[in-house]
């Protein structure tokens, strides 16, 4: 098995300054058999302070980054 990331955003940063409040990366996971290649975006981290899935944009009721900072 082997996981990869790709695609990493943080958000919360102005322009050189400001507090993170949140960060998103795109994980790979590859295995042999059933387990096949699965994709995922996470919340790092998630509003109960480990890795959580990004809702869909029909899930998501509000920004990422609000949720993270709420958390």
Known sequence: MGLTTSHRAYSGLGDG???LTGRTATV???GRGRA???TRT???PGP???AQPL???AE???DPADTAATA
């Open 60 to 62: 998501r009721t509000t």
């Open 28 to 30: 790979h996971c590859s």
């Open 42 to 44: 996470l919340l790092l």
């Open 48 to 50: 109960g302070g480990t």
């Open 17 to 19: 300054f400001g507090m």
């Open 36 to 38: 096949g290649p699965r």
């Open 55 to 57: 809702p869909t944009p």
